[in-house]
């Protein structure tokens, strides 16, 4: 090749890279980019968003539905996220309701944390959210785990946070068997969840979820593949730590004098064929400690009816919710 093809070759490559730097900066004058001090905002009324705690832990939440619409607070279960309750966001979105649902520290998207994982600082956590969201007479809605938190933190809300209060399958007054509760379950049950999370989460989840978390493991019930395969994802999602601590948060915790400081009226659902939390040292205990409460007895209905009977829960929350 002579000298001049060399030439030649560079002044092609010379235009062609000026043709595209030229192309470049047109597409960027038609399209600019967001500066990094505001990041872009989704368009819509559907959006999924973070806030930051004060010990610097960030809260996943989503928040959907028109901003002036009445607020429901979704409360989430162990190990889960904010997803489990999906069918519901969905319900009472299709009804013009604003619904939120967040990740528990140590949970799903948020900060998988090794400190802070028990209810006080769930509750503060819970508190952050609707104080950043400026919600005001929002109906709470928790289940298992989720159900503690919410009573938790309506216990302890300003005046005029909270309207109503529902408890699925919840964790109030208080798993453990004590002196003060004998009907509780033994720390060595507590004790053996923690020692199978430990030994192998994964397979623990997938054995929690297809057995006794649905009901799957009586006779003639019907798996349901999707379910079983979306609580072990959530599952895996967050922290083993946070889900270790989160056990005894779930077991230890007495929410008997806070249920009996909540003023709102409530609604206390439960299954009574419920592996997880029994009925009849639950549900019932907790009516009695409410000041306001009604209790709806679900026959047959396992830990996981949310999910197994979505069409009953759903109607019996929004007749509640809509009364």
Known sequence: MEKNEFISLDRREFLSASACAILLTSCAEAFPQPSASQPPKLKGQTMANFITTKDGVEIFYKDWGPRNAQPLVFHHGWPLTADEWDNQLLYFLARGYRVIAHDRRGHGRSTQTDEGNEMDTYAADVAALVDELDLKNAIHIGHSTGGGEAAH??????????????????????????????????????????????????????????????????????????????????????????????????????????LKSINVPTLVMHGDDDQIVPYVDSAPLSVKFLKHATLKTYSGFPHGMCGTHPDVINRDLHSFISS
């Not at 302890?156 to 946070?161: D, P, Q, V």
């Not at 964790?171 to 720390?187: A, E, F, Q, R």
Request: charged residues 15%; proline residues 6%.
């Open 153 to 258: 933190y309506v216990a302890r809300s300003k005046s005029g946070r909270v309207s109503k209060l529902v408890l699925i399958g919840a964790v109030t007054p208080i798993m453990l068997k004590t002196p003060n509760n004998p009907g509780g379950l033994p720390i060595d049950v507590f004790d053996e969840i923690r020692a199978t999370l430990a030994a192998n989460r994964s397979q623990f989840y997938i054995d929690l979820a297809s057995g006794p978390f649905y009901g799957f493991n009586r006779s003639g019930a019907n798996p349901i593949q999707g379910l079983i395969q979306n609580w072990w994802s959530q599952g895996m999602a967050g922290s083993a730590k946070a889900h270790y601590d989160c056990i005894k948060a779930f077991s230890e915790t007495d929410f008997s004098e806070g």
